[in-house]
C-alpha cells in the first residue's frame, strides 16, 4: 500500500511538472526576453537543457540599452512638496560622471559612497547628523545601473538651507581627498563586508545576476569585485568624489513650515 501511494505521488508530481512547462512555453512567445535563476545545483542542468530545447528565445535576451549621462543636463533643479508632516524631508540626487556597475571606476564609488553617506561611520552620519545635529537622520545610496548617488535625510523646517550646504561641504571634503587612511580602511571594509553577505542571501545573489544581466556583464560570484575594492586608494577616492555633480534637490516640508524652508 505505501508503495502504490508513493508511486501515486511520484506520477502526480511529474505530470504537474509538464503540465506546468507546457503552460510555460505556451506564454513565453509573448515575452521579449527571459532570465532563470535555478539555486538548486541538481536542477540546474534540467532548466538549462530544457529552454535550449524550445530555443523560443534564441538571439532575444539582448542587453538592455540604457543612457547614462555624464553630467547634469543644466542648471540644480529644486523641487519642494507640501503636506501634513512634522519633520522635513531633503533628498538630492547626484551623477556620478556615467560611473555604473560595468565601469572600471565602480569600485573606487563604492568605496567612496560607503564613506560620504553609506555606513554608520560615515561624514554624513558622524558630521551632520552627530555632530551638527541637523539631520535625524543621513545617508547616501548608489543606483548601480543609472549612475546615480542619492542622499536622503530628514531635517526640521527650518534646516534644509543649512543642511543642505552641511551635505554638500562633505562631499567638497572627499573631493579634495581630506579624509584619513583609518577612514578609508573602514569605508573599504564596509563594502567588502556587504559584498561578501550578499552571498548569503539567495535574494540578493539573484539580483546582482539579474542587474549583470541587463548590463549585458556576465554574472559571477563577485571576487574581482572585491579584490578591486581592496585595491581602491585614496587618490581613487578623491576622483571618484570629484565626477559627483548634483543635478536634482527635493524637499518636503509642512504646510505651516513651508516658509521656512
Avoid at 4 to 17: D, E, H, I, K, Q
Avoid at 162 to 174: V, Y
Avoid at 219 to 235: F, K, M, N, Q, Y
Wanted: net charge neutral.
Amino acid at each position: 500500500r505505501r508503495n502504490t501511494s508513493w508511486w501515486g505521488f511520484a506520477l502526480a508530481a511529474v505530470c504537474c511538472w509538464a503540465l506546468g512547462i507546457a503552460w510555460m512555453f505556451l506564454h513565453l512567445e509573448r515575452l521579449d526576453g527571459l532570465d532563470v535563476m535555478v539555486s538548486l545545483v541538481w536542477l540546474a542542468n534540467a532548466v538549462i537543457w530544457t529552454f535550449r530545447a524550445a530555443s523560443v528565445f534564441r538571439g532575444r535576451n539582448a542587453p538592455v540599452e540604457c543612457a547614462v549621462p555624464r553630467e547634469p543636463f543644466g542648471p540644480v533643479r529644486t523641487f519642494t512638496d507640501e503636506m501634513d508632516v512634522t519633520q522635513g524631508k531633503l533628498a538630492m540626487g547626484f551623477r556620478t560622471g556615467g560611473v555604473t556597475m560595468d565601469s572600471p571606476d565602480y569600485p573606487a564609488l563604492l568605496v567612496c559612497n560607503a564613506l560620504y553617506g553609506g555606513s554608520a561611520n560615515s561624514r554624513l552620519f558622524l558630521n551632520v547628523r552627530e555632530k551638527m545635529s541637523l539631520c535625524y537622520y543621513a545617508s547616501s545610496l548608489i543606483d548601480k545601473l543609472k549612475g546615480l548617488l542619492v542622499v536622503s535625510s530628514g531635517v526640521e523646517f527650518g534646516d534644509f538651507d543649512r543642511a543642505q550646504e552641511a551635505i554638500l561641504a562633505q562631499l567638497d571634503e572627499l573631493r579634495a581627498g581630506r579624509f584619513t587612511g583609518e577612514e578609508r580602511n573602514a569605508a573599504i571594509r564596509t563594502v567588502v563586508n556587504g559584498l561578501r553577505g550578499r552571498l548569503d542571501s539567495q535574494g540578493q545573489m539573484e539580483d546582482d545576476c539579474v542587474t549583470k544581466l541587463i548590463r549585458g556583464v556576465r554574472p559571477d560570484d563577485g571576487a574581482e569585485l572585491i579584490r578591486s575594492v581592496e585595491r581602491v586608494t585614496a587618490e581613487d577616492i578623491a576622483q571618484a568624489a570629484q565626477r559627483i555633480r548634483l543635478d536634482t534637490v527635493y524637499r518636503l516640508t509642512g504646510k505651516e513650515g513651508a516658509a521656512h524652508g
